[in-house]
Every structure is written in C-alpha cells, then in structure tokens.
C-alpha cells in the first residue's frame, strides 16, 4: 500500500487545523454576540446544558433545546446571572455563556419594562442564594429548579406569572421513566406540577429580544 506523501499529510493538517479553527471561532461568535447585545436587568436567558441523563430528559419530556435559565442583573458593575444549578447562586456572564452546549443563547424580556425594578429584583433572588438544586422538581422552596426560582422572583416581586405549570403527566415523560423512577425512589410523581424552561418563554408577559424579538 503506498503510503501518503510529506504533501498529502500537510494538506489533511492544513484543512483539519481550518476546519477547528472556523468551528472554534463559530462558538467564539455566539458569545460575543450575546456579550455585546443590548441587555437589561432582569432579562430571562435561557441556554442547553451540556448532554447528561438530566438535561436529556429536560429537553425531550419538554420538546425543547432550552434545559436551563437564569435572571440577569449587575452585580458591582458586572453582569452576571442568577441560577439554579448545583444550588442557586450568581455566575460571571461570560462564564454561563461560554458553559453552554454550542454557546447558543436566548434572552427574554418584560414587555412592559417600567414594572422592572432591580432593586426589587435583586431582594427577591438574595432570599434563595444557597439553597440546593430540587432534582426531583417538587414544588416545595427548600430546594429550588432553575425555572422555580425565575418563576418565584416575578411572581414575589412584581406579582407576574410568567409561563404555567404542568402536571408531569401531561409532558412527554414515557421515554424517560426509568431514569424518573430512580430519581424518585421507585415513584412517578405524573401529578406533580413544575414550570418547565421553556414554558416560560412562551408567557404572554414576555418578549424576545436576542437573537430576536417577536
């Protein structure tokens, strides 16, 4: 078999280091573009987890690429976003961008933008700081999903309801009962109400505005 020459070898690395580079500076692209948008506080944003049984499941019972989201504030001068994720806590802007499953973004916000205070805003998010994950998305507060503690914020604070809840048996969760079942213990909780990402997106209340309004 004849081996490929010195120049066939560079061609193949030539176009194996142009085509990483064009996929890293697509991702590299989305970040940017979000970090340079127009942004306020009190934005909803929204993006996909990295693959993992959880977020899998997520994405497929809700029929939706977004598995996570969050409240965007200023905290001393810096834009971060407040989320729940191992447990509710702030993240550095650039950092939850960049975590994202393709680096791809949504954000959302009030249509009627002069209820926005965000002083009000920030009150309401201190009350959950710390408190742990819900991965069981039981809608008690002591432990807390990313879209419960979106949902709670507005309600307590500017009396809006963004999305709705939905019982677990109305979603599609059948392609997912088993990994259900052994977060549950054995149950399947089909009565259980949650407020799921992309419910929220779809509230009358909201507007889209990257990567674009409607």
């Known amino acids: 078999m004849k081996r490929p020459s010195l120049t066939s070898l560079y061609i193949l690395f030539s176009i194996s280091v142009f085509l990483l580079g064009a996929f890293v500076l697509q991702r590299c692209d989305r970040v940017l573009a979000y970090l340079l948008s127009n942004k306020e506080e009190g934005d909803i944003v929204f993006q996909s987890l990295p693959h993992g049984p959880l977020v899998n499941a997520i994405e497929d019972i809700t029929h939706s690429e977004w598995s996570h989201c969050g409240i965007l504030l200023k905290r001393k001068g810096k834009w971060v976003v ?50 742990p994950y819900d991965y069981r998305y039981a809608p008690e507060d002591n432990e807390i999903y990313c879209s419960e503690l979106v949902w709670n914020v507005f309600n307590e604070q500017f009396e809006i309801q963004l999305g709705h809840w939905q019982k677990l048996g109305d979603l599609d969760y059948r392609d997912h ?34 990567p674009a309004s409607r």
């Open 177 to 210: 009962e088993l990994f259900i079942r052994k977060m549950e213990g054995g149950n399947l909780p089909l009565e259980r109400p949650m407020i799921t990402p992309v419910s929220i997106t779809t509230s009358k209340h909201l507007k889209a505005v990257f």
């Open 82 to 131: 407040a989320e729940s994720l191992l447990h509710v806590r702030y993240t550095p802007l650039f950092r939850w961008v960049a975590r994202g499953r393709e680096k791809k973004v949504a954000a959302f916000r009030l249509k009627t933008m002069e209820l926005m205070d965000p002083e009000k805003l920030k009150s309401g998010i201190e009350v959950y700081i710390d408190r």
